[in-house]
């Protein structure tokens, strides 16, 4: 069966940048946070991105979940859960250091 489009293009990042898989989905996933938090200037922006985050890491463990079933007969689960856990980890932690300690509020 041939690779998808998706499956191609994560293979070509990896490449690429000479990651892990797993190193891939942390630096997408602190990426997609800080351009966020960059791009959004409401009061709720940790959690704006910290949403933005998990929808990016679902979306892309869909994909996989597709590419799964067609290529193997079965969906991954375990593996989409490690992945998931990967991109949004760092993202949590800092929207919850934000939040507890207001180390990243804008001084008045």
């Known amino acids: 069966m041939a690779t998808s489009l ?3 293009l994560k293979l070509q990042l990896v490449a690429f940048f000479d990651l892990s898989k797993d190193a891939l ?13 960059a791009l959004v200037r409401r009061k709720s922006r940790f959690v704006i991105a910290w949403a933005a985050v ?11 979940m597709r590419d799964d079933v067609a290529s193997l007969g079965r969906w991954r689960w375990g593996a989409s859960l490690h992945d998931i856990v990967n991109t949004v980890f760092w993202p ?3 929207m919850v250091l934000g939040s507890i300690t207001g180390l990243f509020r804008a001084k008045p």
Do not use: K, P, S
């Open 6 to 8: 998706f499956q191609n």
């Open 25 to 37: 989905h942390v630096h997408i996933g602190l990426l997609a946070f800080v351009i966020t938090l």
């Open 54 to 64: 998990v929808f990016i890491a679902a979306a892309g463990e869909l994909l996989d």
């Open 92 to 94: 949590t932690m800092l």
